[in-house]
Nanobody, 118 residues
Framework: QVQLVESGGGLVQAGGSLRLSCTASGSIIFSIYAMGWYRQAPGKQRELVADISSGGSTNYADSVKGRFTISRDNAKNTVYLQMNSLKPEDTAVYYC???????????WGQGTQVTVSS
């Protein structure tokens, strides 16, 4: 019943910034969901980039610490990923999904493409 739609991806030069958005719709109680951003680059496994709990606690992959910030606006049913100082190795399709202790809940969507040129 929950639908998650990612947006905000695009082409950016190294050192630039993008802000991704993930908006949830359907009959849900978004405020109680922990949410995460994942990414998958060509030829690589999907990896967790950042997550945020219902209370606002956050975690980040070592590769993005200090550059990316995850946040949420429960009134808008939206999770954001602010990406600064982008590097070519950040190029990937980015996905959002509900998280729980030990993994994810639900199905993967289409994601949004982020391409960083050098």
């Amino acid at each position: 019943q929950v639908q998650l739609v990612e947006s905000g991806g695009g082409l950016v030069q190294a050192g630039g910034s993008l802000r991704l958005s993930c908006t949830a719709s359907g009959s849900i109680i978004f405020s109680i969901y922990a949410m995460g951003w994942y990414r998958q680059a060509p030829g690589k496994q999907r990896e967790l980039v950042a997550d945020i709990s219902s209370g606002g606690s956050t975690n980040y992959a070592d590769s993005v610490k200090g550059r990316f910030t995850i946040s949420r606006d429960n009134a808008k049913n939206t999770v954001y990923l602010q990406m600064n100082s982008l590097k070519p190795e950040d190029t990937a399709v980015y996905y959002c999904i509900r998280r729980y202790s030990g993994g994810t809940f639900g199905s993967w969507g289409q994601g949004t493409q982020v391409t960083v040129s050098s």
